[in-house]
């Protein structure tokens, strides 16, 4: 998708989950001045946040398991100033995945990337006696 479909969304796509002023932004993008290069938005996670994760693609697996280190809140006015090329995209619902390659200037919607959510445990059961036992 080019940046002009980007800017011109299809009906529905932005309409929803308009909750918070925050982003998540890699510490990458502020103490290192790279570029965002990925992002996603997910179900917001509390009132403030909007759901967008955004990273540079240099992240590895440690340093995205330090989410509380090394993920930033920031609020969106700031995202737009650091980057004005996301201001369109920020539009776009929970389930939304962007990439921008690096010899591109111009962002492409990705549709095959799962975006990571909060591991839950919880277990279902119809038997009363079992339900019981742990309530």
Do not use: C
Request: hydrophobic residues 35%.
């Amino acid at each position: 998708m080019s940046q002009n479909e980007a800017s011109n969304p299809h009906q529905g796509e932005t309409n929803q989950t308009k909750n918070g002023y925050l982003a998540l932004m890699s510490r990458l993008v502020i103490d290192e001045k790279l570029p965002v290069r990925f992002m996603y938005k997910t179900v917001p996670e509390h009132l403030n946040d909007t759901g967008w994760r955004l990273f540079t693609g240099y992240e590895d697996e440690v340093f995205l398991a330090d989410e509380q280190v090394n993920l930033i809140p920031v609020p969106l006015e700031r995202l737009v100033q650091i980057d004005d090329s996301l201001a369109p995209l920020l539009e776009y619902n929970a389930g939304t995945v962007w990439e921008r390659h690096p010899e591109s200037d111009g962002w492409e919607r990705v549709y095959d990337y799962k975006i990571p959510s909060a591991n839950v445990d919880i277990e279902i059961t119809n038997n009363p006696d079992r339900f019981n036992e742990t309530h």
